[in-house]
């Protein structure tokens, strides 16, 4: 596999898995500790989700405050735009952001650390996300950075208004975001 950190933000990490492929379709390791131990990821993941969401839908961006998730992102059907926002006040390059296409076609995943607000947005008609976190979700730890904040300027790739959940709408921006110090 090759493992590529942002330029922007050398914490987030695009890994490119080998994929094996033929006439019958294609084969690859979704994860393998040994050897992502060994590319610098030796983190333990505690729990995997799977999301399913409709062209248009953005979900994010969210974090845990306390007992901060570091999450491994891959898409298994459709495609999306992923991003990751630096969210610790203490980072150089905090509010800052990075954007990747992830689709069942690139086979793409993505790396993001503890302390980095996490969201995405669909691009086909229907995608399904599988996530690897390294701890579990706490809602009353959860919090949500607005979508839309112009001081952080995300550069969704969106025809028109996104389909959010009242939570993302209540997202805060930048600047009254509680975070990390």
Same mark, same amino acid.
């Given at each position: 596999?090759?493992?590529? /950190?942002?330029?922007?933000?050398?914490?987030?990490?695009?890994?490119?898995?080998?994929? %094996?492929?033929d006439?019958?379709?294609?084969?690859?390791?979704?994860?393998?500790? !040994?050897?992502?131990?060994?590319?610098g #990821?030796?983190?333990?993941?505690?729990?995997?989700?799977?999301?399913?969401?409709?062209?248009? *839908? #953005?979900?994010? #961006?969210?974090?845990?405050?306390?007992?901060?998730?570091?999450?491994?992102?891959?898409?298994?059907?459709? !495609?999306?735009?992923?991003? &990751?926002?630096?969210?610790?006040?203490?980072? /150089? *390059? %905090?509010?800052?952001? *990075?954007?990747?296409?992830?689709?069942?076609?690139?086979?793409?995943?993505?790396?993001? /650390?503890?302390?980095?607000?996490?969201? %995405?947005?669909?691009?086909?008609? *229907?995608?399904?996300?599988?996530?690897k976190?390294?701890?579990?979700? %706490?809602?009353?730890?959860?919090?949500?950075?607005?979508?839309?904040?112009? &001081?952080?300027?995300?550069?969704?790739?969106l025809?028109?208004?996104?389909?959010?959940?009242?939570?993302?709408?209540q997202?805060?921006?930048?600047a009254n #975001? !509680?975070?990390?110090?």
């Amino acid at each position: 596999m090759i493992v590529t /950190p942002d330029d922007k933000l050398p914490d987030v990490l695009k890994i490119e898995p080998r994929v %094996f492929g033929d006439s019958r379709g294609f084969f690859f390791e979704v994860f393998q500790q !040994e050897r992502y131990s060994s590319s610098g #990821l030796s983190q333990a993941f505690v729990q995997d989700n799977v999301s399913r969401s409709s062209r248009g *839908t #953005l979900r994010g #961006l969210h974090f845990q405050l306390v007992r901060p998730q570091a999450k491994l992102i891959q898409v298994i059907r459709g !495609e999306i735009f992923d991003v &990751a926002v630096d969210v610790r006040k203490s980072s /150089p *390059t %905090f509010g800052q952001w *990075t954007g990747y296409r992830l689709s069942d076609v690139n086979h793409h995943q993505l790396y993001i /650390p503890a302390g980095f607000a996490h969201g %995405f947005c669909v691009i086909s008609e *229907t995608a399904d996300v599988l996530y690897k976190c390294t701890d579990y979700y %706490f809602p009353q730890h959860e919090r949500c950075l607005l979508w839309n904040d112009p &001081a952080v300027g995300i550069a969704w790739p969106l025809e028109d208004f996104p389909i959010l959940s009242a939570k993302d709408q209540q997202g805060q921006t930048l600047a009254n #975001l !509680e975070s990390f110090d």
